[in-house]
């Protein structure tokens, strides 16, 4: 939503797994929220110390919001919770609403969300990395089979 918690540690998940599956070349990663209320700001406190207890930086991060640009320059856009996936669905053009997915889809959960931890506990945000892992991991699985099948992988 305001691009401070799960995507953030999403994104920083998610190029760790690629690069440990040999894709880190090949598919480029981003992270946005629907929302602009936090548009500038470092990821949230508490996931910057998760990251920093799981080897991660997000030092770098600053928070955006989505542009309707990125629905043609990404190939796949992926929503977090079902609120965020009816936002994106709504800015995005018609071509691209397939290409927006539940990350915990991947994980064979097509009806499961990533909960929010952002009014939480440092409890809520290692739950919430959970999930983003488990999601990250299905994804991972997915382009290697599109890699593997000949499907070029792009940003």
Same mark, same amino acid.
């Given at each position: 939503?305001?691009?401070?918690? $799960?995507?953030?540690? =999403?994104?920083?998940?998610?190029? $760790? =797994? %690629?690069?440990?599956?040999?894709?880190?070349?090949?598919?480029?990663?981003? #992270?946005?929220? /629907?929302?602009?209320? *936090?548009?500038? *700001?470092?990821?949230?406190?508490? +996931?910057? #110390?998760?990251?920093? !207890? *799981?080897?991660?930086?997000?030092?770098?991060? $600053?928070?955006?919001?989505?542009? &309707?640009?990125? %629905?043609?320059?990404?190939?796949?856009?992926? =929503?977090? !919770?079902?609120?965020?996936? =009816?936002?994106?669905? +709504?800015?995005?053009?018609?071509?691209? #609403?397939?290409? &927006?997915?539940?990350?915990?889809?991947?994980?064979?959960?097509?009806? !499961?969300?990533?909960a929010d931890?952002? #009014?939480? /506990? $440092?409890?809520? %945000? !290692? +739950?919430? %990395?959970?999930? &983003?892992?488990?999601?990250i991991a299905?994804? /991972?699985?997915?382009?290697?089979?599109?890699?593997? +099948?000949? *499907?070029?992988? /792009?940003?």
């Amino acid at each position: 939503m305001g691009n401070i918690c $799960r995507s953030p540690l =999403a994104a920083v998940e998610a190029g $760790r =797994a %690629f690069a440990a599956a040999g894709l880190g070349g090949l598919v480029g990663i981003d #992270s946005a929220g /629907t929302l602009d209320f *936090h548009a500038g *700001h470092p990821a949230d406190a508490r +996931a910057r #110390s998760l990251a920093a !207890d *799981h080897g991660m930086d997000l030092g770098a991060h $600053r928070a955006r919001q989505v542009e &309707i640009g990125d %629905f043609s320059r990404f190939d796949l856009v992926i =929503a977090m !919770d079902r609120q965020n996936l =009816a936002a994106l669905r +709504a800015l995005a053009p018609p071509q691209a #609403s397939g290409r &927006i997915r539940l990350l915990l889809e991947f994980a064979g959960r097509p009806r !499961d969300e990533v909960a929010d931890p952002y #009014s939480g /506990t $440092r409890a809520d %945000f !290692d +739950a919430s %990395f959970g999930q &983003i892992r488990e999601g990250i991991a299905g994804l /991972t699985k997915h382009l290697l089979r599109l890699h593997n +099948a000949g *499907h070029r992988l /792009t940003e």
